[in-house]
């Protein structure tokens, strides 16, 4: 199993970003798959989920509303399109993967919110 996230950067506040997580060696159709961050100084969260077809989602109450989850199963790839960006966003975003009960993590991309 691999996940790859890649599209962290430096942006202000209100700005954007599409986080993008490629994914290889597991049936990814067949799989939901979840997006979550670590802030400095704090405990891993989560930010979202969508399930395998793509037709549900759910996010974390602080991102409601301005994160967008997403899939392409032919790409086996996993998005996160983030927009009116706050500094408390701040963090290192993973996606992750759970084949039933083992858990995989990307190597996690670094968002940073600042002016």
């Known amino acids: 199993v691999r996940l790859v996230e890649s599209g962290g950067g430096l942006v202000q506040p209100g700005g954007s970003l599409r986080l993008s997580c490629a994914t290889s060696?597991?049936?990814?159709?067949?799989?939901?798959m979840t997006w979550a961050r670590r802030a400095p100084g704090k405990e891993r969260e989560f930010v979202a989920r969508i399930t395998e077809t793509g037709a549900n989602t759910n996010y974390a109450e602080s991102v409601k509303g301005r994160f967008t989850v997403s899939r392409d199963n032919a790409r086996a790839t996993v998005y996160l399109q983030m927009t009116a960006l706050k500094p408390e966003d701040t963090a290192v975003y993973y996606c992750?993967?759970?084949?039933?009960?083992?858990?995989?993590w990307g190597q996690g991309t670094q968002v940073t919110v600042s002016a």
């Open positions: 060696g597991f049936a990814f159709s067949t799989y939901a």
């Open positions: 992750t993967v759970n084949q039933l009960g083992v858990r995989s």
